[in-house]
């Protein structure tokens, strides 16, 4: 996915210790449902709950037509620029999923021109493992964090089958395979060209 102008972001997952938090530059015109993969896959979330992306009281996600106009404006069809054009905004949120309630805290830190060298998305820091789906979302995860340190905890052995015996909330992200992730997303997010018959 290639433009002239790129954003760099900080994502930073809250309510979660340790710290866990993305910092990536995206195209300014990428459309707000491929930004929402690019933070998925940043965070090695698995994509499979419902999520929001928030400009003060707008959201955007993928509209359910059982709600009628109850429910986000389609992220299909806004892109970053258009929103932080309207809302004049340096921060946003992102909430996935609904139930555990993942909430992600976006800064832009600047807005400049694109390296012609590079492709994009791209990850420039990684802090921390993000917490496993589907364990409660930050008082559940923290719940289970400190019922795994303690082998006395009414909630122990739950613990250890929900994050495993030798899970370390300190380990460090995986860089080079969230860039090879988002590489490949890059390329399958890039305009096709069409050849001539």
């Not at 012609?116 to 993000?130: E, Q």
Request: hydrophobic share 35%.
């Amino acid at each position: 996915m290639s433009n002239s102008t790129i954003v760099r972001m900080k994502i930073t997952l809250d309510d979660v210790t340790p710290a866990v938090s993305r910092t990536l530059e995206v195209p300014l015109n990428i459309r707000l449902d491929r930004l929402h993969t690019v933070i998925q896959t940043a965070f090695s979330w698995t994509d499979s709950h419902l999520w929001e992306i928030s400009f003060g009281q707008t959201g955007f996600g993928i509209p359910d037509p059982e709600y009628g106009f109850d429910g986000p404006l389609d992220a299909r069809k806004a892109t970053l620029a258009q929103v932080l054009a309207d809302t004049r905004r340096k921060t946003f949120r992102y909430l996935y999923d609904f139930g555990d309630a993942w909430e992600h805290s976006v800064k832009i830190a600047r807005v400049g021109a694109a390296s012609p060298h590079l492709t994009y998305p791209l990850i420039l820091d990684a802090v921390g493992m993000r917490p496993p789906e589907d364990c409660g979302g930050p008082w559940g995860y923290a719940e289970k964090l400190e019922a795994l340190g303690d082998p006395q905890h009414e909630y122990h052995e739950e613990a250890l089958d929900t994050l495993g015996d030798d899970y370390d909330p300190n380990a460090q992200p995986d860089i080079p395979l969230i860039e090879a992730r988002l590489e490949a997303l890059a390329k399958k997010l890039a305009p096709r060209t069409r050849r001539k018959a």
